[in-house]
Structures are given as C-alpha cells and as structure tokens.
C-alpha cells in the first residue's frame, strides 16, 4: 500500500500528536494496511467501516498522503455540505471589503459575526470551530487590536522628519558634541496595576485593592539615543510647565558639555510659552517635537514597560513614600536598552558625536 518513503512519512505523521486526531486515524489506517491487515480488520481496530477504510486508501492513492489531510474547509455542521473553494475566496473578500455590524472596515472580526455572515451569504450554518478552521484556511488569525490616532497629521509627520534630518546633518557637518536624547513623562500609580501573570489553573492572582483613588507618582525621564542608557529620571508629583523646566535644567547640569538635542511630545507642559521662553535662553539645548498622536516615533516610551513590571505590575505600596523608594531602587541598578532611532535616519552616535551610517553597496 505505502512506499516506504511514504511509510516513513505516514509514521512520523501519526507519531506527531499536534496533528488533528482524525488525520492521524487516516495515517494509522494506511500504516495497518501496508503491515498486510485487511480492510475489515483495520476496520475493527479503529472502530470505523471498511467503507471508510476503503475511502481513505483510494484518497492516497489519488493524492497521496496529502490527500488524507484535513481540508480547511471542513467544519460545516452534521449534515451540510461544506464551503467550495469558489465560495472560500468570497468569504475572504466580504470579509476585508464589508465591516462587522457596529465597527469600521478593518478593525476585526468576531466568530459570531462571521457565522452569521457564512449563513446570510451562503446558507450554511458553521459551527464555531468549523468557522475558526475557515479563518485559518484564509491566512487569518485571532489578534489584539491596536489604537488607530486619527488626529495624526501627514504634515506634522513630514514636519519631524524634515527636521530631525536637517538636525542631524548639521551635527555631522559641524563636528560638535552633542548628547541625543529622548524625552517622556509617565505615571505610577499607588495601586498596583494588573497584568498577566501564570498562576495554577482555577487559581487567578489577587492583586490588592485599597480603593484609594488615582494617587500616583509622577516621572520623568530620557534616554541617550547613543549609549541606550537612562538619563535624570525625575519624579515629581504633578506635570507643569514648572516642573518640565525643572526636569530641563538638570538635563544641561548631567550633560555639562556640547549641545544636547532632545525629542519630546508636545504635551502642554512641553510647548508652553514659560517653557518656550525658557528654552530661548538656554540655546545649547535644542528641542525637536515628536508629531502628536504618534507614540511609536518615541523610543523612551518602550522603556516604561521595564520600570511598570517592576515596580507597578501586581505591586501593592502602602505609601507614596514606598512607591518613590521602589521607582529609586529602579533606577539604582545601570539600565541598557536597544535603540535605533537615529540608524532610522541613517546616522549613529559615537564618541560623542553624530555620525553617518556607512553606505550598504
């Protein structure tokens, strides 16, 4: 019956246990045939009809072992027929083109949603893992949405290209020292915040509740674009145009030599006219403002989820005062982190200075 290439395939096949169970049963089948059992007694050993058994033999022998695997489309309930290959591209069209009732093109898909559309469109009724099987037949998967800004704007976009190109190219022309920082605020919050956590099953962590509001630390923050290391962690209680201005002179006090050029958001502590008045005196530090609504473009951002996990994620602080200590305990410890904003722009910082990133033949 089986080749012995095919043999050797069909056992490693049935030996897998992350394949499906009635697949499996079909190579097990194929595997007593060529050991000499007959159909009926293959039958019996696997509980199912010679008929069955004799389906499946003429399945390899028209596709071969690929003809014994589970097709994608199966999942149709008892009695129905299943989804052609005609109608499985459809589906896959109707489904990016049109939206779950309630929600905008693209922002996903729900089972039942997709059932309901399957018995509208197509008069068959799926059951959930049959539609499951449907959606990975078309290269889909079950993901976590993401926040769309729709405030941003192309022209800010543009906008901070433009200049921090023109920043950096200046730096590399005129040799000058300079320190590459990216800026940020973040809070903590007294309350433990939750997160993922293993725990035995049946057993969900607890994480301790003592109701008492929002009170929370308030951090500043930078990161050298060059070396990755944390630079003036600041905490403060609020976030004003006092305390940004605060957080800024400790900056030019950490990096007494050559120019500092920092990225920041443009929250309104950041643009306010005190601080904008301030920063005119103080020309060896140069501000380039991230577009608003863009997270991503800011590589300090990433670096909160560090200081959250250990400090604030299933952490329980009885007070401000113990809040604070743990956030200095963070910082305590020498920080790295992986950054690559300014290869984005085709530079890089050593020694001091910026450089440009050796061309690629």
């Known amino acids: 019956m089986l080749s012995k290439p095919d043999y050797l395939e069909a056992t490693r096949r049935f030996k897998n246990k992350k394949l499906n169970g009635h697949e499996r049963q079909r190579y097990h089948a194929l595997l007593l045939l060529t050991k000499g059992y007959s159909y009926r007694e293959t039958a019996d050993i696997l509980f199912v009809d010679e008929e069955t058994i004799s389906r499946w033999a003429q399945s390899y022998q028209e596709k071969g072992l690929d003809g014994l695997k589970n097709d994608p489309r199966w999942g149709g309930e008892h009695g129905q027929r299943r989804l052609r290959a005609n109608e499985l591209d459809k589906l896959g069209k109707l489904l990016e083109q049109e939206a779950m009732p309630g929600t905008e093109v693209g922002s996903g898909w729900t089972i039942k949603a ?12 799926y059951s959930q893992r049959g539609a499951r099987k449907l959606m990975r037949a078309l290269n889909w998967s079950y993901q976590r949405g993401r926040k769309l800004y729709v405030k941003r704007s192309q022209a800010e976009q ?23 920082l990216a800026g940020d605020q973040s809070k903590v919050y007294l309350e433990g915040t939750i997160a993922k956590r293993w725990n035995p099953i049946g057993k969900q962590p607890l994480i301790a509740d003592g109701a008492r ?35 800024l002179e400790q900056l030019l006090e950490a990096c007494p030599r050559g120019k500092i050029v920092l990225w920041i958001d443009q929250a309104p502590h950041h643009t306010s006219e005190e601080v904008e008045e301030w920063l005119e005196a103080h020309r060896r530090l140069r501000v380039i403002h991230f577009p608003a609504y863009t997270p991503e473009e800011n590589p300090k951002e990433a670096t909160w989820k560090v200081l959250k996990e250990e400090v604030s994620h299933h952490h329980w602080h009885e007070t401000k005062e113990e809040l604070s200590k743990a956030i200095d305990g963070f910082y305590q410890t020498a920080r790295k982190h992986t950054v690559s904003f300014l290869e984005k722009f085709g530079y890089f910082w050593r020694d001091g200075r910026i450089h440009l990133l050796p061309q690629s033949s």
Do not use: M
């Open 213 to 247: 509001g929002k009170a929370a630390e308030n951090i500043y923050g930078a990161l050298h674009l060059g070396t990755g290391e944390e630079v003036v962690p600041f905490v403060i209680d609020w976030q004003d145009s006092g305390a940004t201005i605060c957080w």
């Open 158 to 180: 543009r906008r901070f290209e433009f200049e921090t190109a023109e920043v950096l190219a200046e730096l590399v022309y005129s040799g000058e020292k300079v320190t590459p």
């Open 114 to 125: 997709i059932r309901v559309l399957i018995e509208e469109r197509f008069n068959l009724r």
